[in-house]
């Protein structure tokens, strides 16, 4: 009886991780199937997103990425409208340095990109940032 049950969770479970993947894609405007090799990072660069956007538009997909399997299709989301342009970071790049060269202020760069944090020290090389239109 036990093994009916834990038999039955698991079904359940993988139907409910499944399904939620499928929701995810069905408003997508572009997928990606991963290839070997692949991880988040890389994924989310070759399309100008951030990690934190492809995560959110992949609920299957875990937190640290750790899940993806050759085959996978993901769901990839484009760039909110709030979005003046995209910018991938670099090894040494600062919050100050990002914002002044599009002319905005640290705070507005933080404002539209959610994971970073209020010191601005987890900045990633290859992440890609939403940068806001200039304040006039």
Known sequence: ??????????VTALGAI?????LAQTSCQATYTVVSGDNCVAIAAKFN????ALLAANPAVDSNCDNLFVG???CIPTAPASCQAQ???KSGDVCISIANMFN???AQLEAANSDIDPL???????EVLCIPAASS
């Open 18 to 22: 499944m399904g939620a993947n499928v």
């Open 104 to 106: 905005i202020t640290a």
């Open 87 to 89: 910018y991938t970071v």
């Open 1 to 10: 009886m036990f093994a009916r049950i834990s038999l039955f969770a698991l």
């Open 49 to 52: 997103v951030s990690d934190a």
């Open 120 to 126: 601005c020290d987890n900045l990633q090389p290859g």
């Open 72 to 74: 996978q299709q993901l």
